[in-house]
């Protein structure tokens, strides 16, 4: 039997609960101090003089009867200065430009004076401005700017901004219209279903989403005998509805058979992941005993308008922001349409997971840096988990499966101007329900098992929402319609 990806617990998350940070928190991911890392070899640069002087090479003749090789090996005291082969002007040192800096002191050398995220951010306001060639300049300067691998949060999170955009002044047709999960062959899922493990057990945040929304679903479905069915626009690799459909199973009582489940994915369009998923799920929940039936639409109009809802089944939609960037990219009114369709479905409860680097509201370049940090923020907490005993390869995983992915969404939604989803929401005149006592202890629980500290759950606006250190990284909110 196939075994999906579930949100099972790893060994790493739970053996180290009680590892404890630094006692220093920067109240920015770009704070100096958490920043300053050494990050190569510097380059010494020598200005001119401020009284226009240049320094002088003077060599000094050392006597006809000097050997190099007898004056090393001879006491210091029987030097004589016979080494110095070159001395300076006194008056040379009246300026501080005089002193050559040590080029194997990191701390010798004068920081550039552009921070990554300065040329990151003006490369942004070019992009924004239309204008091209600055922005494919400011990139260029920004990546050698950069270290190479970058090896603070704030540098790989500028990383692989930079890429995103560099790749949306490429073709920003081609980038905008591409799914966020391409095409991929079975290596790459091999290494995406790699990378999502590696989360999970260095992060809360995937095991926070999928707990919270399971238990919302439960309850709306429960005391319901009718067959459950779950619109979902956002499938991925199935783990979440593996941990559902167990549930389901641990419910039901020994004299009657589980309800039948049923699961419409909504994707972008069908790759060797999703076929994978579909495939693990239906095998999974037959070994459970569960009747369970999975059907993969595409996300077009037709396909949106086609999704069946049988009169005799419990109706609950899952929704994440990735749905409302795929259709601000198509046409306005796309993300009102959808909205319409799921009020006329009549579902008893449409859960939405939020888990991705937010925009939030604002014009210009500033939503797209808030991005950049909030990526790096993610960068860090996964780094700090990783420190505490996960395998060396866990970070890089994470790092090119998980970050980079979402930061090619930041700027897909920034580009494409694609409004926050709980404008859309409020718009459509939906009401937020407030989620249960037993879904905040469920995520108050995955917290306490996290495999570092400075994590926590906050109820906002009837939304459970996951912090690190006060940053949001996940959030789960339920709406009637």
Same mark, same amino acid.
């Given at each position: 039997?196939?075994?999906?990806?579930?949100?099972? =617990?790893?060994?790493?998350?739970?053996?180290?609960?009680?590892?404890?940070?630094?006692?220093?928190?920067?109240?920015?991911? +770009?704070?100096?101090?958490?920043?300053?890392? =050494?990050?190569?070899?510097?380059?010494?640069?020598?200005?001119?003089?401020?009284?226009?002087?240049? /320094?002088?090479?003077?060599?000094?003749?050392?006597?006809?009867?000097?050997?190099?090789?007898?004056?090393?090996?001879?006491?210091?005291?029987?030097?004589?200065?016979?080494?110095?082969?070159?001395?300076?002007?006194?008056?040379?040192?009246?300026?501080? +430009?005089?002193?050559?800096?040590?080029? +194997?002191?990191?701390?010798?050398?004068?920081?550039?004076?552009?921070?990554?995220?300065?040329?990151?951010?003006?490369?942004?306001?070019?992009?924004?401005?239309?204008?091209?060639?600055?922005?494919?300049?400011? /990139?260029?300067? /920004?990546?050698?700017? /950069?270290?190479?691998?970058?090896?603070?949060?704030? @540098?790989?999170?500028?990383?692989?901004?930079?890429?995103?955009? @560099? =790749?949306?002044?490429?073709?920003p047709d081609q980038f905008l219209a591409q799914p966020e999960r391409p095409a991929a062959s079975a290596a790459d899922v091999i290494r995406r279903i790699g990378a999502q493990r590696a989360f999970a057990c260095l992060s809360p945040v995937p095991q926070f989403a999928s707990f919270t929304a399971n238990q919302t679903l439960l309850e709306a479905f429960e005391a319901f005998e009718a067959p459950f069915h779950i619109v979902d626009f956002d499938l991925g690799l199935g783990g979440q509805w593996s941990s559902f459909v167990e549930e389901v199973a641990a419910r039901r009582l020994p004299s009657t058979a589980a309800p039948a489940v049923r699961v419409t994915a909504v994707v972008h369009e069908e790759t060797a992941e999703t076929l994978l998923a579909a495939d693990n799920l239906r095998d999974f929940a037959c070994g459970l005993g569960v009747r369970f039936a999975i059907d993969v639409v595409r996300l077009d109009a037709l396909a949106v308008g086609s999704i069946r809802a049988s009169g005799d089944e419990a109706v609950a939609v899952v929704l994440s922001p990735a749905i409302f960037r795929h259709l601000a990219a198509t046409r306005p009114d796309a993300s009102d349409a959808l909205l319409e369709f799921i009020r006329r479905a009549d579902p008893r409860v449409v859960v939405l997971v939020d888990a991705e680097v937010s925009l939030g509201a604002g014009e210009g370049v500033a939503p797209l840096m808030r991005s950049v940090e909030s990526c790096a923020v993610l960068t860090e907490s996964v780094e700090a988990a990783a420190a505490v005993g996960a395998a060396e390869d866990a970070m890089l995983r994470v790092d090119r499966g998980v970050v980079r992915e979402r930061a090619y969404a930041a700027v897909r939604s920034w580009w494409s101007r694609c409004e926050p989803w709980k404008e859309t929401v409020v718009r459509a005149r939906w009401a937020p329900a407030a989620l249960s006592d037993l879904a905040t202890a469920q995520a108050e629980w995955i917290v306490r098992r996290a495999p570092v500290e400075g994590y926590r759950v906050v109820r906002r606006d009837g939304a459970l929402v996951l912090c690190w250190h006060g940053y949001d990284m996940a959030a789960t909110s339920a709406w009637r319609c």
């Amino acid at each position: 039997m196939k075994q999906p990806l579930s949100d099972s =617990s790893c060994p790493a998350t739970a053996s180290h609960g009680n590892h404890r940070l630094g006692s220093y928190e920067p109240t920015s991911v +770009f704070d100096p101090i958490a920043t300053s890392t =050494s990050t190569g070899s510097p380059t010494t640069t020598v200005a001119a003089p401020a009284h226009g002087g240049t /320094l002088q090479a003077t060599p000094h003749h050392p006597p006809d009867d000097w050997d190099a090789l007898s004056w090393l090996l001879s006491p210091d005291d029987q030097k004589d200065g016979a080494g110095e082969l070159f001395s300076l002007n006194a008056h040379q040192h009246s300026s501080p +430009f005089d002193v050559l800096a040590d080029p +194997f002191d990191p701390y010798s050398c004068s920081p550039p004076a552009e921070s990554h995220e300065q040329h990151l951010q003006a490369a942004a306001e070019a992009v924004w401005a239309g204008d091209s060639v600055a922005a494919s300049g400011m /990139l260029a300067r /920004l990546t050698q700017a /950069l270290p190479h691998p970058p090896r603070t949060p704030p @540098q790989r999170a500028a990383s692989h901004f930079a890429e995103a955009l @560099q =790749s949306l002044l490429a073709a920003p047709d081609q980038f905008l219209a591409q799914p966020e999960r391409p095409a991929a062959s079975a290596a790459d899922v091999i290494r995406r279903i790699g990378a999502q493990r590696a989360f999970a057990c260095l992060s809360p945040v995937p095991q926070f989403a999928s707990f919270t929304a399971n238990q919302t679903l439960l309850e709306a479905f429960e005391a319901f005998e009718a067959p459950f069915h779950i619109v979902d626009f956002d499938l991925g690799l199935g783990g979440q509805w593996s941990s559902f459909v167990e549930e389901v199973a641990a419910r039901r009582l020994p004299s009657t058979a589980a309800p039948a489940v049923r699961v419409t994915a909504v994707v972008h369009e069908e790759t060797a992941e999703t076929l994978l998923a579909a495939d693990n799920l239906r095998d999974f929940a037959c070994g459970l005993g569960v009747r369970f039936a999975i059907d993969v639409v595409r996300l077009d109009a037709l396909a949106v308008g086609s999704i069946r809802a049988s009169g005799d089944e419990a109706v609950a939609v899952v929704l994440s922001p990735a749905i409302f960037r795929h259709l601000a990219a198509t046409r306005p009114d796309a993300s009102d349409a959808l909205l319409e369709f799921i009020r006329r479905a009549d579902p008893r409860v449409v859960v939405l997971v939020d888990a991705e680097v937010s925009l939030g509201a604002g014009e210009g370049v500033a939503p797209l840096m808030r991005s950049v940090e909030s990526c790096a923020v993610l960068t860090e907490s996964v780094e700090a988990a990783a420190a505490v005993g996960a395998a060396e390869d866990a970070m890089l995983r994470v790092d090119r499966g998980v970050v980079r992915e979402r930061a090619y969404a930041a700027v897909r939604s920034w580009w494409s101007r694609c409004e926050p989803w709980k404008e859309t929401v409020v718009r459509a005149r939906w009401a937020p329900a407030a989620l249960s006592d037993l879904a905040t202890a469920q995520a108050e629980w995955i917290v306490r098992r996290a495999p570092v500290e400075g994590y926590r759950v906050v109820r906002r606006d009837g939304a459970l929402v996951l912090c690190w250190h006060g940053y949001d990284m996940a959030a789960t909110s339920a709406w009637r319609c």
